[in-house]
């Protein structure tokens, strides 16, 4: 009787067993779940009932890293160096690197350019980015329309943009002066580089001469990341204003600066073929030399700088001669239309490529400061003559290279008074404009 009941009881218990896993199975089947299914499914439902005969796993939209490895290029190392030094696995490093070779020149690696590299939890590749400056980032990542490869690509940079008003007053030099509004030194270059054929920043300002400009200036998460173009500047000395704006008409491709006129601020010569320097013995028809020790004339200008520095083309032309001059040491001469030749002596070397023959454009580097040939110390021996006769370059006048007129002149002149009234408006906010710009190349106009 005991073992029946027993018996009984056994055979109850596992029936209750059975039913429990039917209506567990039932359940979870009326969710249009299984209770063993992973939670990305290693197939695609086939929508009209076809079999599927090839690979077509489903990826989540985002797989949040797992590992995370972040480094930066240091001096001396390439990119695979830096990869290996980070511990990041051969076939890994291999497959970053020909990813991103698509649209990185690797070669030109600099110390500071900075990586970052997204592992998932198997130590595949998620994503990579590799960053040359804040608006220069090239993003590795998987193709949508191909799960086993991946594209590469400059990704955008997210970026406010605030229009800003700087003044100032000179008090020893223009350097000093903008350094003073917490403006740097290439913005002040470029400030100098807009008046270079109408003012000479290193003999001309005066204490008490004043300065506006109105210039983009770019932040990043916050943080100043550099100046875009100058929009509008005004300088102001004891005697004269002299002002110019930005301006590119619809069919051209890069800006310009203009007078309140419509008129080119830049002319056919510089100023000056140096952006720094100082005046040690000027144009004259009787000069004691100073290592012969004898009277005779100096049919140009001295300008000390330091050795090294940056030698520019004072107006578009052809080189003539390129090589040694006896006394004048290394020496470039270059012919330019309407009867002129510049000279530029005592250089240290060329740049790279100069030779006879080649034509250059106005600004471009050509030379560096030395003190080659019969020299006291590191400066430019700098001449101009017309018509085959030198002229003081200080003193010559050259016309505009261009002028507005018509439609782009009527539009020129529309926004050019629109920026005036910041630029004399003394009262007016330091912040004129703050807008957010998503960008995958560097601004127009530039300065960095």
């Known amino acids: 009787m005991n073992n029946r009941l027993f018996r009984n009881i056994t055979i109850f218990s596992v029936f209750l067993c059975i039913l429990s896993v039917y209506f567990w ?38 797989i949040k890293p797992s590992v995370i490895v972040k480094g930066t290029i240091r001096p001396g ?21 020909e990813g991103l070779s698509q649209v990185v020149d690797f070669r030109k690696c600099r110390p500071g350019d900075s990586f970052r590299v997204s592992l998932d939890d198997c130590g595949g590749l998620i994503r990579c980015t590799y960053e040359k400056d804040p608006l220069e980032i090239y993003t590795l990542e998987p193709n949508k329309d191909s799960k086993n490869k991946f594209h590469a690509f400059r990704d955008s940079v997210l970026l406010e943009c605030r229009l800003t008003k700087l003044s100032g007053i000179i008090d020893s030099s223009l350097f ?7 403006a740097n030194s290439r913005l002040t270059m470029a400030f100098a580089d807009i008046f270079a054929s109408s003012l000479d920043f290193n003999t001309e300002p005066r204490s008490g001469d004043q300065f506006d400009v109105i210039v983009e200036e770019y932040f990043k998460d916050n943080c100043f ?9 005004r300088y102001k000395n004891h005697y004269k204003g002299f002002d110019a704006y930005y301006y590119k008409p619809e069919d051209q491709t890069k800006g310009k600066y203009y007078d309140s006129a419509g008129q080119e601020v830049g002319t056919s010569f510089l100023r000056s073929p140096l952006p720094v320097y100082r005046v040690t013995s000027k144009f004259s028809k009787r000069r004691l030399h100073p290592i012969l020790k004898v009277y005779r004339p100096h049919l140009g200008v001295d300008l000390a700088a330091p050795i090294g520095t940056r030698v520019m083309a004072a107006a578009d032309g052809k080189v003539s001669f390129v090589g040694w001059q006896k006394g004048f040491g290394r ?3 270059l012919k330019h239309p309407g009867g002129y030749k510049t000279y530029y002596g005592h250089l240290s070397r060329f740049a790279k ?38 002229k003081n370059p200080f003193n010559m006048k050259f016309k505009p290279k261009s002028k507005l007129a018509g439609k782009a002149l009527d539009a020129y002149i529309e926004g050019q008074g629109h920026w005036r009234q910041f630029l004399e408006n003394s009262s007016a906010p330091k912040i004129l404009q703050i807008e957010t710009r998503k960008i995958r190349e560097h601004p127009d106009g530039w300065l960095g």
Request: charge should be positive; hydrophobic fraction near 30%.
């Open 25 to 62: 199975i039932g359940h979870y089947r009326s969710r249009g779940t299984s209770p063993v299914q992973n939670t990305f499914s290693s197939k695609q439902a086939d929508p009209v009932g076809n079999k599927n005969t090839e690979d077509t796993t489903e990826y989540p939209v985002e």
């Open 77 to 97: 190392e390439t990119f695979a160096h830096a990869l290996e030094r980070n511990k990041l696995d051969r076939s890994l490093k291999f497959q970053v690197i």
């Open 176 to 182: 000093s002066a903008f350094s003073k509004i917490g």
């Open 225 to 233: 990341v550099g100046y875009g173009k100058i929009v509008a500047v």
């Open 331 to 333: 020496t470039i001469i």
């Open 353 to 390: 490529g100069l030779k006879r023959g080649i034509s250059v454009e106005q600004k471009q580097i050509i030379a560096y400061v030395g003190s080659s040939g019969m020299s006291t110390g590191p400066h430019l021996d700098y001449r101009i003559k017309e018509n085959g006769v030198f």
